[in-house]
Every structure is written in structure tokens, then in C-alpha cells.
């Protein structure tokens, strides 16, 4: 949980740092896709190399869990994706006017060019941990203290990074709040969250991870629901905290780095299914949720 908490902490900060930088006005795509795409290549390098070090240290699997599921899965995500995509369906953000089709259009735009641009950033990473060459390593036994100061740092760092979030969010400028101080306290919960429903359901079929498809659909459905709340007139600090839960605990809970390991195991049948099924779950839940109150 510590590496979690300290793994997903500096994956929203990535994320949210990525959206600004890509949100300026002449961006030719939409801004959450450079996000994804860093995700992705963070997990494909990480997924090549893991193998690689669990041949000669043990030890590893640790700081995968930090890489692989606490940052990547924090960097990428699924629910503001496709929050995104239903907003373009169903023309919140369009002029008025605005055909049902071009909305249509635009929808599917941000689904394929999203899933083309992290299959390709995820490849990307692999090819550069292929060509990167492992630092020869000559094990040797630590001294029992200097084990023992390892296995307290690993224990405490992310509840530590955590608490200083806290802090931030506490007494740090409110300026701050809206923009990440809330994301990054309640965001780490949704990983330690998103790690143990996958480790419970992903066991239950070989063909379908259930455990993502869950998180990712759950994820989706928060959103709607924080988005619905979001219409009514609400104070600043209110505003600040249901953004926190969109960007930081739904954002983690949701994943697409980890969706794209997932479909490299799949067969090809499998992989489409799996997109298809994880589309529509998480556009019927806004349809039903946010949809009811848009349309109403």
C-alpha cells in the first residue's frame, strides 16, 4: 500500500501536469490523450524491463506494483475518457446547432485515436527497453541494518508523501485545491482500491478481465454522478472537492495502461469484446445518469 500510495500520488500530478501543458488553445487533440500516452510508455518499458530484473533479483515485483499499477494506472484513465467522449455524443460542448452525427463523429474520434496513441506509446516504450542495456549487477548481501532502514523507508514513504498532501490541502493556498491538492489526497485510494477488486476479479475468467472492467465502469459512473452534482449551484470549496474526486480518485481507479497489458494476452476475438463491452458500460452509465438530467 505504501508503494501504491506513493506510485499514484506522482501519477495524478503527472497527469494533471500533462493535461495543462497539452490544453493550450491551438492543440490540434484533445489534451488528456498526451496523459495517456506517457502512461503507457511508462508501462511498456517497465513491463519489458520487469522481466528482465526478476531474472536476477527477486525483489522486484515491489517497484512494479509502484510502476506498473500505482503510477501508469494513475497516469492513464478510462473515466474522464470517456466522460470526454460522451460529452461529444451528446454535444455539451458544442455551439448550438451542432449536428447529431459531427457529435457522433467527434466521439469516436477521442475513443480511436486514444486507443491508437496508447497501443503506439506502449510499443514505443518496449522497443526503448529492448535497446536499453541492463547495468551489470553484482548482488551482494546487505547488512541486516541497513536492510531493516530499507524495508522502514519502504513502509513509510508513501504514507509520509501522503500526509504532506494533507498538509497542502489543509493549509496550502486554496488556489491550489480545484487544481490538484484534492486530487492527490483522495486519488491514491482509488489504486489500493483498483489493485484489490483486479487481484479479486481477474481470477474469475481468462478471457474478460472482470476486475478493470469493474473498476473502469465503477469509475465512469462516479463521474456522472460528481458531474450531475457539479450543475447545482455549489460553493467554491464544494466545487473543489467534487473535481478532486473526478481527477483524482476516479482517474486512479480507472486505468488504461493497465487495459492495454491486458489485451496483448487476449486473443484477437477476446481483445475487441473487451473494448466493446467496457465502451458501452461506461457510456450506458452516463447515459442513465447524466443523460437523465441533459436530456430531461
Not at 207 to 233: D, E, K, W
Not at 255 to 262: A, K, R
Request: glycine share 10%; aromatic share 12%; charged share 10%.
Amino acid at each position: 500500500h505504501s508503494f501504491l500510495l506513493f506510485g499514484s500520488l506522482w501519477g495524478i500530478l503527472t497527469r494533471l501536469g500533462m493535461q495543462w501543458i497539452g490544453g493550450f488553445a491551438s492543440s490540434q487533440v484533445f489534451a488528456i490523450v498526451w496523459a495517456q500516452m506517457v502512461g503507457c510508455f511508462v508501462m511498456g518499458f517497465s513491463i519489458r524491463k520487469k522481466n528482465e530484473i526478476e531474472r536476477r533479483n527477486r525483489s522486484f515485483p515491489p517497484f512494479f506494483v509502484l510502476l506498473g499499477t500505482g503510477y501508469c494506472g494513475s497516469v492513464t484513465t478510462w473515466s474522464t475518457m470517456s466522460n470526454d467522449i460522451f460529452t461529444a455524443y451528446a454535444n455539451l460542448s458544442e455551439p448550438a446547432g451542432t449536428s447529431r452525427f459531427t457529435g457522433f463523429l467527434s466521439g469516436m474520434a477521442i475513443l480511436l485515436i486514444t486507443l491508437a496513441a496508447v497501443q503506439g506509446a506502449f510499443q514505443v516504450g518496449i522497443h526503448l527497453a529492448i535497446t536499453t542495456p541492463m547495468v551489470p549487477l553484482h548482488p551482494r548481501k546487505a547488512p541486516r541494518s541497513q536492510q531493516r532502514l530499507f524495508n522502514l523507508l519502504t513502509v513509510l514513504i508513501g504514507p509520509l508523501f501522503w500526509l504532506g498532501a494533507l498538509f497542502l490541502l489543509i493549509f496550502g493556498p486554496a488556489s491550489y485545491r480545484p487544481n490538484f491538492s484534492f486530487a492527490i489526497v483522495v486519488g491514491p485510494f482509488g489504486a489500493i482500491a483498483r489493485y484489490h477488486i483486479s487481484r479479486l476479479l481477474n481470477p474469475i475468467s481468462s478471457t474478460l478481465p472482470y476486475g478493470t472492467l469493474f473498476c473502469n465502469t465503477l469509475s465512469t459512473t462516479i463521474v456522472a454522478v460528481m458531474q450531475l452534482l457539479a450543475r447545482h449551484p455549489r460553493n467554491a470549496l464544494g466545487c473543489a472537492a467534487l473535481k478532486g474526486v473526478v481527477d483524482g480518485f476516479c482517474g486512479s481507479l480507472s486505468t488504461i495502461s493497465t487495459m492495454v497489458v491486458e489485451l496483448r494476452g487476449l486473443s484477437t476475438f477476446h481483445s475487441y469484446r473487451y473494448i466493446l463491452v467496457s465502451w458501452a458500460a461506461a457510456q450506458c452509465a452516463l447515459v442513465v445518469i447524466l443523460g437523465s438530467w441533459v436530456w430531461s
